[in-house]
């Protein structure tokens, strides 16, 4: 029996919040669905052709908010914007960074609103190849900040004890390594705010960059 594409991906969706990327099987979503695992490979050739097929659909759940709120009021608000929505979408699912990070997207469902982002540097003379340096190191960081969050806390907030704050105190030697013990809580407490920070040091940093010729992106 053929199987839809959209049930399939959206089985797999919800049993990645239950089992995460490493439980995740082609023949347990084949079980979430009441079918036989033989009956996905003739959609699916691999576990990771699955995984492709969740991101797009994560990625492409990003566009009507993008679009929808109009162009962007600038460059820099764009990279904001754009930011806070990926990390939002990652953090909806259990191992959602890991997912998205490396995954092969099936569509361009994305580029409307980065032709708008695009667009926004544009008008301000910022050149493509300049504008995807930007954007690039945007993405790269929103995926290695969550992918770091979600290894420390689960999808409903809590601790992994490999990372409890008395621990790491317990093993950083206070005298040898004084200001590495003190940023503990700075590593592992206030997401949304360092996340913040972060881009826009990320976007401060490149127009800076564009104001000396030496540094600029190559």
């Known amino acids: ?13 919800k049993l990645l919040n239950e089992v995460g990327l ?3 099987t082609l023949r347990g979503i084949a079980a979430e669905l009441g079918v036989k695992a033989p009956s996905l490979y003739w959609r699916f050739k691999s576990k990771q052709d699955l995984i492709d097929e969740m991101a797009t659909e994560v990625l492409a759940g990003l566009v009507p908010g993008l679009v929808n709120d109009g162009p962007p009021k600038g460059w820099r608000a764009g990279c904001l914007n754009f930011s806070l929505a990926l990390r939002a979408a990652l953090l909806r699912y259990r191992d959602g ?3 998205v990070g490396g995954s092969h997207m099936r ?16 008008g ?12 690039g190191t945007v993405y790269s960081y929103v995926i290695g900040f969550t992918l770091e969050q979600q290894a420390v806390l689960s999808p409903t907030g809590e601790r992994d004890p490999r990372y ?7 093993r950083v030697d206070a005298e040898r390594f004084p200001l590495t013990r003190s940023i503990g809580a700075d590593l592992f407490d206030g997401y949304d705010e360092r996340f913040e920070r972060g881009v826009r040091m990320i976007v401060d940093g490149f ?5 000396r010729p030496d540094q600029r992106p190559k």
């Open 22 to 24: 490493e439980g995740l």
């Open 164 to 170: 409890a704050l008395e621990a790491r105190e317990q």
């Open 107 to 122: 569509d361009g469902s994305l580029y409307q609103p980065m032709e708008r982002i695009l667009e926004a540097f544009q």
């Open 1 to 13: 029996m053929k199987v839809a594409r959209e049930p399939v991906v959206q089985a797999g969706l």
């Open 97 to 99: 960074a890991r997912m």
């Open 124 to 135: 301000e003379g910022i050149a493509p190849s300049d504008a995807t340096a930007c954007l």
């Open 207 to 211: 127009a800076a960059s564009l104001a």
